[in-house]
């Protein structure tokens, strides 16, 4: 069937839910402006692909084609910098129930396009939500890292770290990605001699970038329907005006 | 109050559930043997304090009080090794709702213990629960890291990961902990000069120990209602089978 | 004495060399533009002084004030950029003895202007030097890293690795740094209310920077004596053109 | 030729020195117990090869096979264990002018019995060696990795990190390594079907080892000729003795 549908993911959709309410964004951060080919980016299809088809509203971002200010402020036009195209951006950020984070791997380290995104993403860690939360609770998080010899764990730990830092829930298995064997070599979604495209066979990048998406799915529909993590034990505001939850303050000190 | 509510704790607490059928297990790979005392200890108590407050079941194991042996099986005494302690350590895993690994830092990474801890885990990858997701689905992780100088951060992001990358969900902020300033110096909960303890003090500490315990809470109580995180591509055995969960699958190649 | 030599210096001076026709260069990866104040350039400071009072010529680059591209070729105007002030910043970095790598901390990870200085260091692994080397042996390279709470070794692990993996030689403890106790605080050189500035009391951070600084200089005296790393074993043009410097090749086949 | 030389050794060879008076010592930190085989060890006996060749004196040791206790002090047994083998492993460590650490990889991180051997070199940082300097200092490190799918770097970073932390020196390029294409698969040195072994024909992996061995007997090579890292400015009881070392020390508070 077009779709890849089988009688297999007929038996399978039981715990099938709506997720047409949810919106997902994808934030690329390669190197390369567009339209030059970004192979993180052709990774990022397969999960948009599912997304979509579930009735996921989708968009994506390269960030490299945008005029992102360095800086640990939500704008840093108010810090020195002539321009800043992170405050259209984080509007994104701040709609969309799903973040997942694309990087290319270089020198075994996510990007400096991802390090930057990591960077404005925690400048807004001052801000809260309507229940006093960190502005990220009740959002999900993943991340999709291609590159052609090494790194996608450690970059995947970096990221994934930042991300539930922040606020971000991670679901199980919350990263995917491609590399090849050690040295240089084609990178993900490269034409290969015989016709075929590199890394599209792999099956275990393409179950996992599967598995990740429908598990960032499920997470973020769990949230949404619970509105978002409950409001009890982390809320800054109410911590510093004296409230402890339980923490054994008296006798500890 | 004995146990430090105070009315702000009351107003707070509309948002609290019942947690009396949940179970929590910390292991603390600290490299002491009993009965040494652990730092790390020191600072799973308030976590610990906390959970049972609220009628969660905890347990605590010291890993290196057991003879675990090093490997990638789920029982290395089939593997030549003469003995293996892990066994009985698993059965605690596989029936805690929530884990949280403690761990001390030595030269910015996690302990050898814990390190050990994370292979053991890993060696349960072939395993599937009842819905035929990976054995750690449904199940909901955390760490707390103590060392005198530096590396919490780091230490969090290779624990968290190999939590989530074997199936454990991670709330917001699943990690806390205690360093102090550069340099050698006193670890957390050594007696000051002053009479007092050292980290205990620490708010930032205090309310990320508080705030991760109770998003460890939130999470385990959104799974256990839920039945887990839904299977629904994200079951190996499915995979195998030819389903592909609208992965764009013969487009793609 | 004014210079802060005491008679132990006078003794201990025996395995000085002259360190005269040395040249090093910090590139400081703040993420704040002149003339903001860089908590990491006051610790660059230290290590700055010790090497001009020993006849090494030292200059600073704080790169977020130059107009640098992201990319990982050497001059990004050939691919696609409008402007790329690289070009002129690697002229520096060619002709310097000792490359020194200053960065703060943000979540626990080094800067994005130090990602971004990474990739364009990489980006110059296809030039050789005159013995066929790869361009960066013969150079020496070191890190100083600055946070308010954590990740120094972290940091350093990072840039470290980078620095070796594309040709400089490390001595021992390449890096040093300073954080604060866990959670925000003052950082490096902020003014205490006693009218002290916060970390240069810290025994830990000085005698790292200072140790730090001297094995630079002594690694670097002795690959400048030695005419850089002895070329036989590690010319890729070599390798390419089939000999194999002892690899056991016809048998391991 | 039977080992492998070409006329073009010949002509590359003008830069070599003569290596006899050199120790080296592999520590394989394997998880697995002879005689199992360790795809690590393949990989060493690369290494091994070369510098036997050249005359430096070689051995190996597979630290599972040993009792070596956990712990950061260097015997266990003052310190609660019955019993630990670590001290007669540090002889050869200490005598050795080159340490090259091998480890597998597991979850993209390096193997606990690497951690745990970095530790137990840890526990020997507060032995000085005749200079009054680092014991490690004078010394030569490196490292080889192996895994099936990813982490090489990641791997590299931490033990490279810990090696010069302790005062090894790093040469460039300090590290080598094999992994495979991401997802499960053979290992290296495992027989593939057409007769030949995984890995052993990867240009990058065989090339990478080559050069680390020789960066390695290189700095090996400068460093015993002037008589390790000269002693001025990186003495621990010189600096508690008050010597500043050009440190800014007055003017500086």
Redesign the interface.
């Known amino acids: 069937m077009?779709?890849?549908?089988?009688d297999?993911?007929n038996n399978?959709?039981?715990?099938?839910?709506n997720y047409k309410d949810l919106c997902a964004l994808f934030i690329n951060c390669t190197?390369k402006?567009s339209p030059?080919t970004s192979h993180t980016d052709t990774l990022l299809?397969?999960s948009d692909?599912?997304l979509r088809?579930?009735g996921v509203k989708t968009e994506r971002v390269r960030l490299?084609d945008h005029d992102v200010a360095?800086?640990?402020y939500p704008d840093m036009t108010e810090h020195?910098?002539d321009s800043d195209d992170w405050p259209k951006i984080w509007s994104k950020v701040d709609t969309a129930d799903i973040l997942i984070v694309g990087t290319p791997i270089?020198?075994?380290?996510?990007?400096?396009?991802?390090?930057?995104l990591?960077?404005r993403l925690?400048s807004h860690s001052s801000q809260r939500n309507e229940k006093g939360?960190?502005i990220?609770?009740g959002k999900t998080g993943g991340c999709i890292v291609t590159g052609n010899?090494?790194?996608?764990?450690?970059v995947?730990?970096?990221v994934?770290?930042?991300l539930?830092?922040?606020?971000?829930?991670?679901?199980?298995?919350?990263?995917a990605?491609?590399?090849?064997?050690?040295?240089?070599g084609p990178s993900y979604g490269d034409k290969r001699e015989d016709g075929?495209?590199v890394?599209?066979?792999?099956?275990?990048?393409?179950?996992n970038?599967?598995?990740m998406?429908?598990?960032l799915?499920?997470?973020a529909?769990?949230l949404k329907d619970?509105g978002g993590?409950?409001?009890?034990?982390?809320?800054?505001g109410?911590?510093d005006?004296?409230?402890?939850?339980?923490?054994?303050?008296?006798?500890?000190?």
């Open positions: 077009a779709n890849g549908k089988t297999n993911d399978a959709s039981s715990a099938k839910s190197l402006k030059g299809d397969v692909h599912i088809e579930n490299v360095s800086g640990v020195g910098w270089w020198l075994g380290q996510h990007s400096s396009e991802c390090a930057k990591i960077e925690y939360q960190y990220f609770y010899e090494d790194g996608v764990k450690h995947a730990m970096s994934l770290y930042s539930q830092h922040v606020g971000y829930a991670l679901p199980p298995q919350a990263d990605g491609w590399i090849g064997e050690a040295g240089p075929g495209r890394g599209f066979d792999n099956d275990f990048t393409q179950r970038t599967t598995f998406t429908w598990n799915m499920h997470m529909r769990m619970a993590i409950p409001a009890h034990g982390n809320q800054p109410e911590w005006d004296g409230c402890r939850f339980d923490h054994p303050n008296p006798e500890y000190r």
